[in-house]
């Protein structure tokens, strides 16, 4: 399920802030490696490893942009490059761990003319910071930086380009050994959508920001199991509307649950929780319901791993104010002689929508979801993997409303060379 999207009416200045950083981390990093001495685990860097590494892909792309069926539906190849690297520091009091990504997608304009103004650059860079760790108080700091065309925003399914920030700081307090842990989080959570990819609707739209304040106790009664009660507010609001004709309402979402999680056996791992949702509105009736989620974990050995579950949740979006997810879904992964893995992902959603924020929408909108990932790697050697891949996602609804478009058919197959240091 896609993370919440969040926003402030500053962010158009972030891509020409933050990319830069993101670059120079990058390039002061390989600049510092270079001069340090080579392992099979990647650079020595202080007291830390970085690895490096980049990819190359040819895609064959069914509908990129997400579209309904129509004369706008295209399908052509797409050659992609990825340069990134990762990076993890761990000392007694502090662990570091950062990566960052930056990639090119060009469309040829073979198969459809007019393909190659999809062609886009994406990338990321995310920060994760532990202090004090393994103290009865320790401090969480993380920061995730993203550009993306994935559609991000469950109202409106086309490709949408946007930039988000996730940022958070957290603190886990453990008295007396460790059976009782408190967590408490907090962040904070923008997204900007840019504007010629609305698709006739204003990108301030889609545009919002949310405060996401977490509690969570665990009480860790055997050794490898723990049950827990957590409480979430997701406060959501669209700042950046002053004169569209349709505007946002802001939204509050509560979330609290109980559970359980930890090993049931050698091989089973558990997480079973159950709890309620209120999602309030300014400009309808609030929304109740019960949510949780079954999830079951099989290892059978090193080489094999099954996981599936069930979820029921909240989240608020645009022009709709909230959806209500049911979600289905599996993975597995196989390991073959040795130097091959198999991986797959499927999932099934059902979304129900609440009331539109304009009568010129209609109501009662229900949309399903199928989607599912498969992946053949090889390592040829140690820094060489190669792996051919397949991305489908299915939308389709009843739902229809002028220039709102709702169902599609993406598919994604894609052979991809990764050198990796």
Not at 235 to 253: H, I
Not at 316 to 344: E, M, N
Request: with cysteine.
């Amino acid at each position: 399920m896609p993370k919440p999207d969040v926003s402030n009416q500053y962010l158009p200045a972030w891509p020409g802030l933050w990319l830069p950083i993101a670059l120079a981390v990058m390039l002061c990093s390989l600049g510092a490696a270079a001069q340090t001495p080579v392992d099979d685990t990647g650079y020595k860097l202080w007291d830390g490893r970085l690895h490096v590494f980049g990819d190359g892909d040819l895609h064959y792309v069914y509908n990129p942009g997400r579209e309904p069926a129509g004369p706008n539906v295209a399908s052509d190849l797409a050659l992609a490059g990825r340069v990134g690297y990762d990076y993890d520091l761990g000392k007694d009091a502090v662990k570091l761990q950062t990566d960052g990504h930056i990639e090119y997608r060009r469309f040829l304009d073979i198969e459809n003319v007019g393909t190659d103004n999809l062609s886009a650059f994406s990338g990321g860079l995310g920060i994760n910071a532990l202090f004090y760790r393994d103290r009865p108080l320790d401090f969480r700091l993380t920061e995730h930086l993203l550009r993306s065309s994935d559609p991000a925003n469950q109202t409106l399914t086309i490709r949408l380009l946007h930039w988000s920030n996730d940022a958070s700081a957290g603190v886990d307090f453990s008295p007396r050994g460790g059976a009782l842990v408190v967590n408490l989080e907090y962040r904070f959570f923008i997204d900007r959508y840019d504007p010629q990819n609305s698709q006739g609707y204003d990108a301030r739209l889609l545009d919002n920001w949310r405060h996401i304040p977490t509690l969570r106790l665990n009480w860790k009664f055997l050794p490898k199991t723990a049950a827990f009660i957590e409480a979430t507010g997701i406060f959501t609001k669209y700042y950046d509307q002053a004169g569209l004709a349709v505007q946002n309402a802001p939204s509050n979402v509560w979330l609290t649950a109980v559970g359980l999680t930890g090993a049931v056996t050698r091989k089973i791992s558990l997480l079973a929780k159950v709890g309620y949702v209120n999602a309030s509105m300014t400009r309808m009736s609030n929304f109740q319901s019960a949510i949780g989620q079954l999830e079951v974990d099989y290892e059978a050995r090193s080489s094999s791993h099954v996981k599936g579950g069930f979820m029921r949740t909240v989240e608020p979006t645009s022009i709709f104010q909230y959806v209500a997810i049911t979600r289905v879904y599996a993975d597995a992964s196989q390991a073959l002689f040795g130097r091959a893995l198999l991986s797959l992902t499927v999932h099934y959603d059902a979304l129900s929508y609440g009331l539109p924020v304009t009568a010129i929408l209609p109501g009662n909108r229900f949309d399903n979801d199928l989607g599912g990932t498969i992946e053949l790697s090889y390592k040829i050697k140690p820094w060489l993997i190669v792996s051919l891949n397949d991305n489908l996602d299915l939308r389709w609804s009843k739902y229809s409303a002028a220039n709102l478009n709702v169902g599609y058919k993406y598919n994604d197959v894609f052979l991809q060379v990764m050198v990796r240091h």
